[in-house]
């Protein structure tokens, strides 16, 4: 069974290469080590998210 963003003709999601996970890997940890203040780690934490998901994006607009 197709899922509904298969059916709607969305692009499949863009995969994750070996540098991605190692660049995934190294932000966590720098963002659970760093000497920030808790609402400092979250903003950058989201921004990162953020950064992430458009970065897929892109990736997956170059694939077509």
Do not use: Y
């Amino acid at each position: 069974m197709r899922s509904a963003s298969a059916a709607a003709g969305s692009p499949a999601p863009a995969r994750l290469t070996a540098d991605d996970t190692e660049a995934a890997r190294l932000l966590e940890e720098v963002l659970r080590t760093a000497p920030l203040a808790p609402a400092r780690r979250g903003e950058l934490t989201v921004r990162l998210g953020r950064t992430a998901i458009e970065a897929r994006q892109r990736a997956a607009d170059a694939g077509r």
